[in-house]
């Protein structure tokens, strides 16, 4: 387990994905996207008719999950459901079943074994904190809400899906709470992660700022 590790942890539409994708690609290291193994436990609740509300029923989901990712989308039990996974309903309900310390368990050891050489870029809520607590690069990349609602409004937009901006607020700010109280690896910045904060940044200084971190650490 020594391959190299940078988290980037932070709230719902901070920008974590995108980020963590363009720093992975380049470094030529591997990516984890955290989020979609609690989207597809969730999508796999939703099609056994569940709401979320049995821990039971959301860990055996997670624990025997045929996920399989591709470089841009991510199947489940052979179907891609990429696109499907990114609906705010999924989201939602991920959220609710993430607050269960028998699915976040279930789901530990698979999150562990993305970390292969020559590196990982590994993006969520408790990357830093609990999965890969001896990372040697920690980021906490926050945003304003509205920021976060005007970004994930637009995004949703682009892919063809309909979305109501005020909806997207009351959403985020429901979801960050969740995310925030939950008694079980609760968003919160390790202590040795460094924040960054996008809202008045683009990408590409985020980017260049997580690199320029990475390459200034050694
Ligand atoms: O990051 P994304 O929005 O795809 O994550 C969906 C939900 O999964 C989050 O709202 C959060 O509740 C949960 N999650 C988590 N821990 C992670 C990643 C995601 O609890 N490491």
New binding site residues.
Partial sequence: RSAPVITIDGP?ASG??TIAQRVARALGWHVL????L??LTALAVLREGGDGSDEAQAARLARHLDARFESDTVFLGGEDVGRLIRQEAV?NL??RV?AWPAV?EALLARQQDFRRAPGLVA?????GTV?FPDAPLKIFLDAGVEVRAQRRHKQLKDKGFSANLDDLLQDLRS?DA??RGRAH?PLVAAADAVTVDSSHQGIDDVVRQVLDLWSARG
């Fill in positions: 719902t974590k994905g996207d955290s989020g979609a609690y989207r989201g991920a959220s993430a976040r993006d969520g809520r408790d990357m999965v979801r969740r995310d690896a």
